[in-house]
């Protein structure tokens, strides 16, 4: 009996022993992964600046950042969807609709500013929302359908508000987030560092961070577990659709202009960061402060392309490359990664 015993304790400690060698290679590959990205960055940076000198430019880089904040900004919610092992592409179009909105709120029915924003950012949270509805209640089989429909209707809503004419003119305090500076900072990088603090923060302290992290790794086990599933994704896809809005925001900053088609492939660039910034299509997988590495991998590429002039056709070109080698990648990290049981 007591050599049973002995025998079965043996065996619990080589399995938890051998749990704790999974638990931490894991560590380690998560590590080596981030190292990667930086490392990524880094390498695309010294390649650029040694074929094109105006790249390290105090006046290109800030250039860069500020170009970089509306996709980093959109970039938090389509991570926060593919963490969860679904998609939004209606990231662009909700995008659109909601700076037409600020416009016919802010310009057209001259509101007070702050007012106008408040409920820009609420039609895109609202349409957030509307597709966590679609996921949840009237249980669509994947993300990729009902987003694609919420792409079309808000795309076709923003061209029939204002019978797809832009809306300029907007008050100095709403391009402030835009195109206004704190000293030398822009308010746009002091934004997007503040908005990817809070959702670090939101990740790995807080319950529902970490819920959505469950949901995309194990959607069965998480129910069981006692989580909320449909109460994950609804949060979910209505904070996609309000950085979507907030993204707007800052666009309309920029530009001092709402037009129907702004937004248009968005999605497609916040899918790259995302995935280029380590998220896995298989969900459960995925820091957030790397998603805005993966934001500033392709700001640079773009930059570089068109420090070197070369062709927006063949810049297109490229961006589709990097997006195939993206997912390959990811492809490569599930099958290397070490299983965690």
Do not use: W
Not at 69 to 76: D, K
């Amino acid at each position: 009996m007591k050599k049973k015993q002995s025998e079965e304790l043996q065996k619990g400690n080589v399995l938890e022993a051998s749990q704790s060698e999974v638990v931490e290679k894991v560590k380690k590959s998560k590590k080596r992964g981030s190292l990667g990205i930086m490392l990524s960055l880094i390498v695309l940076c010294v390649i650029i600046s040694i074929l094109s000198p105006r790249f390290l430019t105090v006046a290109n880089l800030t250039n860069v950042l500020s170009q970089a904040t509306v996709s980093a900004i959109i970039s938090v919610g389509e991570f926060l969807a593919i963490l969860t092992a679904g998609i939004d592409l209606s990231i662009g179009s909700i995008l659109a609709l909601s700076i037409m909105m600020l416009g016919i709120f802010g310009v057209n029915m001259q509101m007070n500013p702050m007012m106008a924003i408040l409920l820009a950012l609420a039609v895109g949270t609202l349409i957030g929302f509307f597709n966590g509805l679609l996921l949840t209640k009237l249980r669509l089989p994947h993300p990729f359908i009902s987003t694609m429909g919420t792409k079309m209707i808000a795309r076709g809503l923003a061209l029939a508000v204002t019978a797809a004419q832009p809306i300029s003119g907007f008050a100095p305090s709403i391009q402030y987030f835009g195109s206004g500076s704190l000293g030398p900072v822009p308010a746009s990088v002091i934004l997007v560092a503040v908005v990817y603090g809070i959702m670090f923060i939101f990740m790995t302290r807080t319950s529902t961070g970490r819920h959505i992290y469950a949901v995309g790794g194990n959607v069965e086990a998480s129910r069981l577990s006692g989580i909320n599933v449909h109460r994950v994704l609804l949060i979910v896809y209505s904070l996609s659709g309000f950085f979507a809005a907030l993204a707007g925001l800052l666009l309309v900053g920029r530009v001092n202009a709402a037009y129907p088609l702004a937004g248009t492939d968005y999605e497609t660039d916040a899918i790259a960061a995302v995935i280029i910034g380590g998220a896995s299509f298989s969900g459960g997988v995925g820091k957030i402060l790397n998603t805005v590495i993966g934001v500033l991998i392709i700001a640079v590429l773009r930059n570089g392309l068109n420090l070197l002039n070369v062709n927006s056709a063949y810049q297109t070109v490229a961006i589709g490359v990097v997006i195939i080698l993206a997912v390959y990648l990811d492809v490569i990290r599930q099958k290397s990664a070490p299983v965690q049981k």
